[in-house]
């Protein structure tokens, strides 16, 4: 909360104002809270905002456990409101540990305000007048981040409005701010303050843990689109730095009192505490899941829509629940505001560098090991690594790194930690290796077939599918219960308690999944939220964790139990295509015509993702710019499109394409052939518009295929089509491929588009469909040709097909000497073929693509 204030501020009227909000008290503070500035005043004025905050709140704050003895009115000079307040001026040791985690929130010294330029994070000047701290917008980060050193490109100016966070456009999408007018102001502030204000009494105030967990949510909801300094970090999250000022400030605290206080110099002149140089008080964990694709793809009959979107979404409850059994773990005690980033497969968190934390991460990570051996036999494994950290004293954003590199930056810092998860990779299940890990694999005759993955079961590992007389794996089962379940679900609550799982949730839960160790149960919005449901009747939801999906009010309709937190969720696909009440198969996906199985087509399968995301994050940032609160604002704003507005997205497709998973960057989707390139397309806008530049791309790989065919196989034909976007002309990616050819989004998709709406338009208008077929046998003659070349068997080029494309083009037309539009239309055939012999590749395409829509036309 130390920098609440200056959301506050910004609603309310100046200090000097008598029309302003605050109380005598915090009026008269300033000299104790405030430094002097330059100019004689009182600097950083929002610490006075922020004891206005608790002093406005007092009355809510004092119902809070853990919370009522530690009151500013309270003889104890260390309190949570002087914790809070006193970040620019301290007065004790413990208050210069909340100063040491802004610095590090922010990269260690903050940057000169009279030497930042707007174009620092705008990408151009603006004359900002006095008021610049109630009026400048958060910029995007992307605006500036430039992985490739081009001294050439134009820098964005996009901007975020100040709204409360939703997966609605209006709310999430930046705008170019030219001028002063563009930015925001007084008013907004107030409206937006005086929403979160509201929304903060309603938090539950019977546990400390449940209140500041859903304190955090709050926040994010509310100042995910503040900008965190007017003055030089405009373009990072207020939401960001509050949370990682409070994860840095309690690690380094954690690791000064385990006995290394004689690694710090406090100055008790200033009260300002510094760490020792070679000391690296904190660390960065880091945790992915290895065999995330193999195990969403490992689908080896048509049962696959039954448990596909399960083990999408298992994944997601797996890394949350290994979130849980890390913040949780008794030598830990850490919260969800220390974790930096979560979301494909990955997390990141901030924790304090000692021994207990060291042994308990290590002693984690072989439990979860052998829980994934236990249940996914190798299938999937879990990373999970650390690194200890220091900021430099005295140098801007310099990195030292723990047993490695002084003097290095945060870019580095990822690399490294980046290296070490990669390596364990090569080591998967290390710690299980003993004789029990290679068993003997027994002849047993009493062996099935999982109906869904292939693979053979052993007496006791398999279970029937509800509702059929299929056999399949206990996971797969557990996987097609999610599946099922998320059709309806709204709400998933995590039980908390390791000592008993709650067998009211389990008997009335839509579903109940235990992922390593963590019992999670997902319910619908009127089993939680109805007056007269019959979960609102009891307390079984005692320490409960209660999110709400793709939705930020939690706080709408709060549950009867005790010591609960409530949050939200963003998950790209939790809902599906439905018809009459029922999850639509593969094939139904593909019909034309709702309920009408003869109107069935091609079914697409879609890969996506962001192009050199890795080199963005390690190099895109400027030097200036690299702090932790910077990079968080990154991860949010991904998070915030892949996982979030994905979703609305996908509405507008809602009846043809199921999204089956989305993390991170990373898109696998399902659909009607037509409906996901349009879906990918709109992917490809969409994103470039919500980070306001267009040259940080995405490509695509896009497999068509019958809507019988083997997903797993699909699905990997896709992933091949999305690496031949990734190698488009010499690595330069921005590309989609389909239909066996791969062309720029950039200079040839609405090229290759606008052919084949021409060539429909006219097919269905009378020209005939053997000009489609002639295009590709030319297309065809000419890339045998390309591989010739580039296999040095020159003497197999056949350059006939440009002669015969000139005489039945030629002859074409003169069949059709009535006909104006025709007359046109291969006139402009010639011309671009002749000129330029990569239009055989892209007209064929049109050609081809323009063939599928016209059967399915006649169909």
């Not at 839509?510 to 160790?517: H, L, N, R, T």
């Not at 499109?641 to 497709?653: A, H, P």
């Not at 390139?677 to 470039?688: C, L, N, P, W, Y």
């Not at 062309?743 to 269905?764: C, G, T």
């Amino acid at each position: 909360m130390h920098d609440i204030g200056k959301f506050y501020q910004r609603a309310d009227k100046k200090f000097y104002d008598k029309k302003n909000e605050l109380s005598e008290y915090s009026k008269n503070i300033p000299e104790d809270i405030c430094p002097i500035n330059e100019h004689g005043r009182f600097g950083y004025q929002h610490v006075i905002w922020t004891n206005e905050f608790f002093e406005k709140f007092n009355d809510k704050l004092q119902q809070i456990p853990g919370v009522q003895e530690n009151r500013y009115d309270k003889s104890d000079t260390d309190n949570i409101v002087t914790f809070a307040c006193n970040h620019h001026k301290p007065q004790t040791l413990l208050q210069s540990f909340i100063t040491i985690g802004d610095w590090w929130s922010a990269g260690i010294d903050r940057r000169n305000a009279n030497k930042v330029n707007e174009k620092d994070y705008a990408g151009k000047s603006i004359n900002w007048d006095k008021n610049r701290y109630k009026t400048i917008p958060l910029f995007s980060v992307f605006n500036t981040v430039n992985p490739y050193n081009n001294e050439d490109r134009t820098f964005s100016s996009a901007a975020f409005k100040l709204k409360r966070l939703s997966v609605e456009r209006d709310d999430i999408f930046t705008s170019q701010v030219n001028k002063v007018e563009d930015g925001i102001s007084e008013n907004e502030y107030k409206r937006l303050w005086d929403n979160f204000a509201e929304e903060f009494e309603m938090l539950p105030t019977d546990s400390f843990d449940g209140f500041t967990e859903s304190l955090l949510y709050l926040l994010k909801k509310y100042t995910w689109c503040i900008p965190s300094n007017t003055m030089d970090m405009a373009n990072v999250s207020l939401f960001e730095h509050l949370k990682t000022t409070a994860a840095f400030a309690d690690s380094i605290y954690t690791f000064y009192s385990d006995g290394n206080a004689d690694k710090f110099t406090f100055n008790k002149v200033n009260n300002r505490l510094t760490v020792n140089d070679g000391v690296h008080p904190v660390l960065l964990v880091g945790g992915d899941i290895s065999g995330i694709q193999k195990f969403i793809y490992n689908i080896a009959s048509q049962k696959a829509a039954v448990s596909l979107k399960g083990r999408s979404f298992y994944l997601q409850l797996l890394i949350d629940s290994i979130i849980q059994k890390v913040i949780t773990h008794a030598d830990i005690k850490a919260t969800i505001g220390h974790v930096v980033y979560s979301s494909g497969g990955k997390f990141y968190m901030i924790l304090p560098n000692t021994q207990k934390v060291k042994i308990a991460l290590n002693n984690i990570k072989t439990e979860i090991e052998k829980e994934l051996w236990a249940e996914h036999k190798g299938k999937l494994a879990i990373n999970l690594s650390y690194i200890g950290f220091a900021f430099v004293n005295n140098a801007d954003n310099k990195i030292s790194i723990e047993g490695k590199t002084k003097n290095t930056d945060l870019g580095n810092l990822w690399r490294s930690l980046a290296e070490k998860l990669n390596a364990q990779k090569n080591q998967k299940f290390k710690s299980l290796l003993t004789s029990s890990f290679f068993e003997q694999n027994i002849v047993d005759d009493k062996i099935k077939m999982c109906a869904v993955t292939g693979e053979e079961l052993k007496k006791g590992e398999w279970q029937k599918l509800k509702g059929t007389d299929e056999y399949v794996s206990k996971a797969v089962a557990q996987q097609t219960e999610i599946g099922i379940a998320l059709k309806d679900a709204d709400y998933l609550m995590t039980y908390r308690n390791p000592k008993d799982e709650s067998k009211y949730l389990s008997n009335r839960s839509q579903a109940q999944i235990k992922v390593v160790g963590v019992d999670n149960y997902m319910f619908d919005k009127i089993e939680l939220t109805k007056d007269d449901a019959d979960f609102r009747q009891i307390t079984s939801a005692d320490v409960s964790r209660i999110v709400l999906f793709n939705n930020t009010n939690p706080l709408a309709a709060k549950l009867k139990g005790n010591a609960v937190s409530y949050g939200y969720q963003f998950y790209g696909g939790n809902k599906q295509a439905e018809y009459l009440g029922k999850n639509r198969t593969f094939e139904e996906l593909t019909e034309t015509e709702r309920g009408n199985k003869d109107s069935e087509t091609y079914l697409g399968v879609l890969r996506m993702d962001i192009d050199n995301l890795g080199n963005i994050f390690i190099k895109g940032l400027n030097e200036k710019d690299k702090s932790f609160a910077a990079y968080a604002t990154m991860s949010f704003q991904l998070d915030l499109f892949f996982s979030g507005y994905l979703n609305t997205i996908r509405n507008n497709y809602k009846d043809y394409v199921n999204i089956l998973y989305s993390g991170g960057d990373d898109i696998f989707a399902v659909g009607r052939w037509d409906k996901i390139i349009e879906f990918a397309e709109d992917i490809r806008t969409e994103f470039a518009e919500f980070i306001g530049r267009n040259d940080i791309t995405i490509s695509a790989g896009i497999a068509i295929v019958r809507n019988k065919y083997p997903i797993a196989k699909a699905a990997e034909m896709a992933g091949e089509a999305e690496e031949s976007s990734k190698h488009y002309n010499n690595d330069e990616k921005n590309a989609i491929t389909f239909l066996g050819e791969t062309i720029s989004w950039k200079n040839e998709y609405d090229e290759v588009k606008e052919y084949k709406d021409e060539f429909v338009r006219l097919i269905e208008e009378g020209l005939s469909k053997g000009l489609l077929h002639k295009i590709m046998e030319f297309a065809a003659i000419k890339k045998a040709n390309d591989d010739f070349e580039k296999s040095n068997e020159k003497e197999k080029i056949d350059l006939s097909y440009k002669w015969n494309t000139a005489y039945y083009l030629k002859r074409f037309s003169d069949r059709n000497k009535m006909n104006n539009e025709i007359q046109y239309f291969i006139s402009k055939l010639q011309k671009d073929l002749f000129v330029n012999n990569r239009a055989y590749d892209k007209i064929a395409l049109a050609a081809r693509w323009a063939e599928l829509q016209i059967r399915e036309i006649d169909n």
